[in-house]
């Protein structure tokens, strides 16, 4: 047996705006959304094998220290795109501003961070990717 990620569960500031947003760039569709198992509301978007839930509390959530120094803390989001620069041409039209493209092996990759400061990693392995 093979085991492969469902989902990722991050706090936003906005469930509905981040899903706007993740809709357009991704082409993901909301799955679930609702009540929070303890408080707050929580969307679940994207494809039918796997989402990203943003949950947001009912108090407004605050900034922490930096992911990366922090032991456990969510470094970035990585998604596999068909269209590179497509997908690259949406996140600045979402108002988002891409990194540079870094070209290596496996691929060709972007990073950006969206309004909650959570990065993504937008990859393109040259090929449609496998499902």
């Known amino acids: 047996m093979t085991a492969y990620l469902e989902h990722a569960n991050v706090t936003v500031s906005n469930p509905e705006q ?17 009540d929070a198992m303890e408080s707050g509301h929580t969307i679940h978007i994207g494809s039918e094998t796997s989402y990203v839930a943003l949950y947001a509390p009912d108090a407004s959530p605050t900034n922490g220290p930096r992911s990366y120094d922090t032991r456990g803390g969510l470094n970035h989001l ?30 060709q990759r972007f990073y950006f961070k969206d309004d909650n400061n959570i990065e993504f990693e937008v990859v393109h392995y040259g090929t449609p990717p496998l499902t």
């Open 18 to 34: 981040t899903a706007a947003w993740m809709e357009d760039i991704f082409g993901w569709k909301i799955r679930w959304q609702g």
């Open 78 to 107: 990585a998604l596999v795109v068909d269209d590179f620069e497509d997908t690259r041409a949406k996140v600045i039209a979402a108002g988002f501003t891409p990194g540079d493209i870094h070209s290596y092996e496996p691929g």
